[in-house]
Every structure is written in structure tokens, then in C-alpha cells.
């Protein structure tokens, strides 16, 4: 069953919170950040100041989508398992800029 919150676009689910860009939008800055990847939502509030490039190049893709960014930069597998600690959530299904989810087994646990 969804519950669809009327002030922000949010869908929560039994298995996994949906959220809009719009919503992920408005966290683009140091002290709320979140960023998608392959239509899936991270909160990486919390890991700027550990990031090993530094929190700067994280905050150019605050708020937006970082799919090509996070792959270009040929991040590792242990990047990608860090990464996931950090997941709250997916896009809804109309504002998804990917055909799948991010890795395509793994579903955020909200």
C-alpha cells in the first residue's frame, strides 16, 4: 500500500520510499545533500567530510543526479558498497532518468 504525502510528491511504500526530483532537489547543499544514482537516492549528508576527493566535488551534484560522475570516475567496488549504507530511497517512477535501479539487485531499506 502508498501512502502519498500532498506537501512534498513523497511516496512511502512497505519496501521502499519513492522521492521526487523535486524533492531531492532541495537537498543540494553541505549540511543536507543527497544525490541519485541510477534512479536510486543517497543521503550523503554524512560522508562529505570522509570522502576521499573531498566534499566540493560531491556538493557540484547536490541535489541532482551524479550517475555519470560517480561512474566516470571509475569508483570501486568497495565505493559502491560504502555508497549503499547511505540509500534512502528510489525516484518515482516519472521522474526515473535511468531504465533501472542501482545495482538492479539491491533495493534501498527506508
Known sequence: ??????NDGTIRSASTTQYSL?????HSHYSSCWITI??????ITDYLAEHP????????????DATS???????SREAIKTLEK?????LTLDDRLYAEIFP???????
Open 1 to 6: 500500500m502508498e501512502n502519498i504525502s500532498p
Open 22 to 26: 523535486k524533492e531531492v532537489s532541495m
Open 38 to 43: 541510477r534512479n536510486k537516492i543517497y543521503d
Open 53 to 64: 576527493g573531498g566534499a566540493e566535488i560531491i556538493l557540484e551534484f547536490a541535489g541532482y
Open 69 to 75: 560522475a560517480f561512474f566516470d570516475k571509475g569508483h
Open 86 to 90: 547511505y540509500c534512502i530511497g528510489e
Open 104 to 110: 538492479a539487485t539491491s533495493r534501498c531499506s527506508s
